[in-house]
T-cell receptor, first 114, second 113 residues
Framework: DPKIIQKPKYLVAVTGSEKILICEQY?????MYWYRQSAKKPLEFMFS???????DNQTASSRFQPQSSKKNHLDLQITALKPDDSATYFC?????????????FGPGTRLTVL | GEQVEQRPPHLSVREGDSAIIICTYT??????FSWYKQEAGAGLQLLMS?????DRKEEQGLTVLLNKKDKRLSLNLTAAHPGDSAVYFC????????????FGEGTQVTVIS
């Protein structure tokens, strides 16, 4: 059974619209993360949450907003979508946000913005 | 901030041979090092991780070497087989409360039968 679920697997959106990417982990972890992988850049850290609190935000834009309704959920809301937002978004989790830093990744949501 | 360089970007290796991927990092406070494997269209699979007090670790045909003096991390795939064909990433972190991993650009490994 998959331990980290991301939904949907593929997502197509139009410029200016808003989408929510879903992430649920069933590893019993206390820390969750979002990363982005695009053709132009290596995997980039976006956010980290620990016990449902934001620990770090490395995105330059407020259009990206994480939402944690439960300890094992960390959704990503993206507003005013742009073609440059096209990428695969990966959710990850670890036991804690401090050592030993073993992060486990979900299968990703591939977002295409037209 | 931390910068990670990974090489080579592409690597072809014959089945049964060994392959080595190298990452260099810039921050001497880097505390934790990982290697991930990404197969086509899939997520990242954690292969192995080491703390900064470990120089060498071997598991299931993989060897990770850490040279803190030169700020260099390597992954050696021994006796490659077709299932090893994938993109491999190194990832490092200095620790702290962020948990942020900084990734290398990736190495596409192709195992030729």
């Amino acid at each position: 059974d998959p331990k980290i679920i991301q939904k949907p697997k593929y997502l197509v959106a139009v410029t200016g619209s808003e989408k929510i990417l879903i992430c649920e982990q069933y590893l019993g972890h206390n820390a969750m993360y979002w990363y982005r992988q695009s053709a132009k850049k290596p995997l980039e850290f976006m956010f980290s949450y620990s016990y449902q609190k934001l620990m770090d935000n490395q995105t330059a834009s407020s259009r990206f907003q994480p939402q944690s309704s439960k300890k094992n959920h960390l959704d990503l809301q993206i507003t005013a979508l742009k073609p440059d937002d096209s990428a695969t978004y990966f959710c990850a989790s670890s036991q804690e946000d401090w050592g030993p830093y073993e992060q486990y990744f979900g299968p990703g949501t591939r977002l295409t913005v037209l | 901030g931390e910068q990670v360089e990974q090489r080579p970007p592409h690597l072809s290796v014959r089945e049964g041979d060994s392959a080595i991927i190298i990452c260099t990092y810039t921050d001497s406070a880097t505390a934790y090092f990982s290697w991930y494997k990404q197969e086509a269209g899939a997520g990242l699979q954690l292969l192995m991780s080491v703390l900064s007090n470990v120089d060498r670790k071997e598991e299931q045909g993989l060897t990770v070497l850490l040279n803190k003096k030169d700020k260099r991390l390597s992954l050696n795939l021994t006796a490659a087989h077709p299932g090893d064909s994938a993109v491999y990433f190194c990832a490092v972190t200095t620790g702290g409360l962020s948990g942020k991993l900084t990734f290398g650009e990736g190495t596409q490994v192709t195992v030729i039968s």
